[in-house]
């Protein structure tokens, strides 16, 4: 365990998204999802973190631990509650939240869609409706028209492969289908979703005269390794789930046919996955996190690799990369790892957000896998820093890891499966 300098154009943020903290949202799939009591520990998305009650303290929290770059979310529930009307009051919020943020020295990454449908959306089919493109664009304008002067740096959508398997594949996200032909769709309509916002945005910021945005979309990758490799069926069912899962998605998102549709590379990157069939699986004896996810840090080069690889001209951003550590026992020991593999690989990674700044409300997890920087009582709602909070504001400090800092990380233990 070595001291490592950062790149000079590298630097560590935070991540987030709008149903996962901000609260006061009653009109979204996910409150809906709630009332089905399909949350594990039946926590509330319309509480949430209360995020939207605390703004000036986790502002002021970010500011303190030297985090400059922030990745936040939109709630398209929020922001049309009804289809075709638009909400003036909550486009105004959220300029209130930005401009807040850039007060405190705070630039955003903004997220156009994570996960979150309003209901009206939801009960028309989602992503399956016959002009579900052009209802997500014509948000999409309004957000971009509403905040493009303050915001330069977008996501157009969040890991559409992981909103189609869990969403149409059982993994448990509404609405709760099997349907690996409604999977695939969906992640063919969220490609063009993604690829004619890229458009549009870029044509927005010309048309008003403002800078040049930066746009891409955050994908989820693993690294897919079969269980055995002696078994031929594991082998084929490795790069079946790879092609699928990944590779197929990022080469029609980013290039198309009249590509590229990216001025980042955005990666979110948590696991690595051991395959014996079309599904997940963790090889014995592995690290694992609090949620069996294998740790796996040289996973996060060999994804920035292969995304590379499709557009070696951009530059990479980590628009996620966190663990689920509910003691915080293991948290500093992964982020050295997971950092000293991206200083070390000669990528140009220039950008890592880590998820998450608070902990969240984590999905159908709810409170139970806990991934923050800063530990949330959900009955008090009382914010306090954890040791890998304190770790991290140290590591933006002193541009790197120092070797005292090393040492702390490596006498942490990981859990092993």
Known sequence: MKAIRFPENFALGAASAATQIDGDCRESNWYDWYLKGRIKDNSNPDIATDHRGHLEEDTRLMDEMGIRHYRFGLEWARLEPREGEFSEEELQKVRQEITLLRQNGIEVLLTLHHFSNPMWFERQGGFLHPRAVERYLAMVEYAVRGLGDLVSEYVTVNEPNVYAFCGYLGGGFPPGEFNPLHALRIMKVLGECHRRAYRLIHTIHAEMGWPEPKVGFAAHMRVF???????????????????????????????????????????NYYARTATSGLGDGTLPGVAVNDLGWEIYPDGIVECCRKLHALLPQLPIYITENGTADNHD?????????????????????????HWCFVDNFEWLEGFTARFGLIHFDPVTHRRTVKKSGEFYARMIAEHGITEQMAREAAGEEYHYG
């Open 225 to 267: 390794t079969p269980y055995s490799a002696r078994n031929l069926w594991h082998r084929l069912a490795c790069r079946i789930s790879e092609y699928l899962f990944q590779t197929r998605i990022n080469k029609t998102y980013l290039l198309g046919k009249e590509g590229p549709y990216a001025d980042f590379l955005g990666l």
């Open 329 to 353: 026992s293991f948290r500093r020991r992964y982020l050295y790892e997971h950092l000293k593999a991206l200083t070390e690989s000669g990528l140009p990674v220039t950008r890592y957000y």
